[in-house]
């Protein structure tokens, strides 16, 4: 009798097992195989995962745990390299592209994609002067905003901005006798260039109070969007909400100083373009609109770049012969410089060649997008297969990034590759392309050379915890955040 129980016990395990192996995990892909049974195409290779959860916890495993490339490789592995995967992810049903070629496709077609962030960014993020209209105003709003950021006159005029608060702040990080959160601090040396660059003010308490709420907004970004006291998204949106506040009195400031006659016409940030911008049928950006461009861009702008700072100073830092050269080249430029000259110029960082080769490669490296979305506006064929109507994109640069097709030795850190080398289009893609490449792409270059140009001279880094794991959510970093001392360097 004991012995039958046993069997009987065993039997129900292995027919649990079974039932949940073979049937329930392939729910979710045999309800959008019969849905779409009928179309012209078929769905690219794959698997949709879990009923509701799709792939999540796959996907957060490998990113959390420091192994990012191992989603897509399991992939490529089982489903051979397509370059085109079938996946639900982040609650929605999606297409994985990896290829550069089909990147390439969907990131310059405007007519067939639209913009694809999960609800939580959408919501959080929104912008409806470069979402919500036409292909044509989108374009022409475009054009308004990256003129002044990138334009060479502009970007000169930064780089005075710029420098003084890069040289500030590392001053100020190197007095320090704790060790600190370098990414943390990065965070505040880019939120602070991008608040004078974009809205040209020098108000602590305002600067003081936008960061804090920035900080809450971003956690929000990749959370439930569950609108509820309590959850993460909840305190996101009062997050936005007081940051709109903010920025509105600002805005209200800048309307007054203009019409009183007290703005100087000389150095006009983006907040100036943005209130005498107007649409194509003449008419004025109404004040939402300008907060929802400022807020995007502020939030955008910051985050990123203080990643990419975090991370450049970190990589030099690990390999002595690259910090060598690359300080050798900032040497250099102070040896020819001007007498008459006191502060960097435009010119002076063109010169930074091999710096902007050790910008790209952190660029490649560090992945601090690890995809650009898009979400299908009607059936799309790509390469015989169907990216259906309402899909999610996920356009996976870190795929190419870091494949041995396009860049031998991918984990390896050398500025070097670039050398006279010019990517083939669709391998480097970490500010996206086309019509919605990010805007900001020039002038986080711009503040990284700055930075790095000040650091290498004069500072370096002492890590407390160089073999720190990484984790890749949201974005990679060290799980400490980069603890380390900012040492300034004594010169003989």
């Not at 007519?111 to 036409?134: E, T």
């Not at 010019?422 to 392309?433: E, H, I, S």
Request: proline share 5%.
């Amino acid at each position: 009798m004991k012995m039958e129980w046993v069997y009987m016990c065993i039997a129900t395990l292995l027919a649990c097992y079974i039932f949940v192996n073979k049937i329930v995990k392939n729910l979710n892909g045999w309800y959008y195989t019969l849905k779409l049974r009928n179309k012209d195409y078929p769905l690219p290779p794959g698997h949709m995962g879990w009923p509701l959860i799709g792939n999540l916890f796959t996907f957060i495993q490998d990113f959390s745990s420091g192994q990012p490339d191992s989603f897509i490789t399991n992939l490529i592995l089982k489903y051979g390299r397509n370059g085109i995967y079938k996946t639900h992810l982040l609650g929605n049903p999606s297409i994985i592209i990896c290829e550069p070629e089909m990147c390439r496709r969907v990131l310059l077609d405007d007519v067939n994609f639209n913009l694809g962030y999960p609800k939580s960014i959408k919501k959080l993020a929104r912008c409806r002067p470069m979402v919500d209209v036409s292909n044509e105003e989108r374009k022409h709003f475009r054009r308004v905003i990256i003129a002044p950021i990138v334009g060479h006159k502009e970007l000169a005029i930064y780089i005075e901005r710029l420098e003084d608060i890069v040289v500030n702040s590392l001053e100020e990080l190197s007095s320090m006798k704790h060790p600190i959160e370098f990414l943390k601090e990065m965070k505040k040396v880019s939120f602070k260039a991008i608040v004078h660059v974009f809205m040209g003010c020098s108000n602590e308490n305002i600067i003081k109070n936008i960061g804090s709420s920035l900080n809450d907004l971003y956690k929000g970004m990749f959370s439930i969007p569950i609108n509820a006291p309590g959850f993460t998204f909840h305190k996101a949106l009062k997050a936005r909400k007081k940051i709109g506040k903010i920025v509105q009195s600002v805005v209200d400031e800048r309307r007054l100083r203009i019409k009183n006659g007290e703005q100087v016409g000389e150095k006009k940030d983006l907040m100036d373009i943005l209130l005498e911008v107007k649409d194509e049928n003449g008419r004025k950006l109404e004040d939402e609109d300008i907060s929802d461009l400022l807020l995007g861009l502020l939030f955008a702008g910051h985050e990123s770049t203080a990643t990419g700072l975090m991370w450049s100073v970190t990589y030099l830092t690990q390999h002595p012969h690259i910090l060598k050269k690359a300080k050798e080249e900032q040497e250099e430029i102070l040896r020819t410089r001007p007498t008459s000259l006191k502060r960097l110029s435009l010119n002076e960082v063109k010169q930074m060649v091999y710096l902007s080769h050790v910008i790209n490669e952190m660029l490649r490296c560090a992945n601090i997008a690890f995809s650009t979305f898009r979400e299908a506006i009607c059936d799309v064929n790509i390469n015989g297969y169907l990216i259906p109507k309402g899909w999610k994109v996920l356009i996976w640069a870190r795929a190419i990034h870091m494949s041995d097709e396009y860049y031998p030795n991918p984990q390896e850190f050398n500025p070097s590759r670039w050398d006279n080398y010019t990517p083939k289009a669709g391998t480097f893609l970490p500010f996206g392309a086309g019509s919605r490449r990010c805007p900001g792409g020039d002038l986080a270059k711009l503040e990284i050379s700055i930075f790095l140009h000040y650091f290498l001279l004069n500072y370096r880094l002492e890590r407390i915890n160089p073999e720190c794991p990484i984790t890749n959510l949201p974005v990679s970093k060290p799980i400490d955040n980069c603890l380390a001392k900012v040492v300034k360097v004594s010169h003989a």
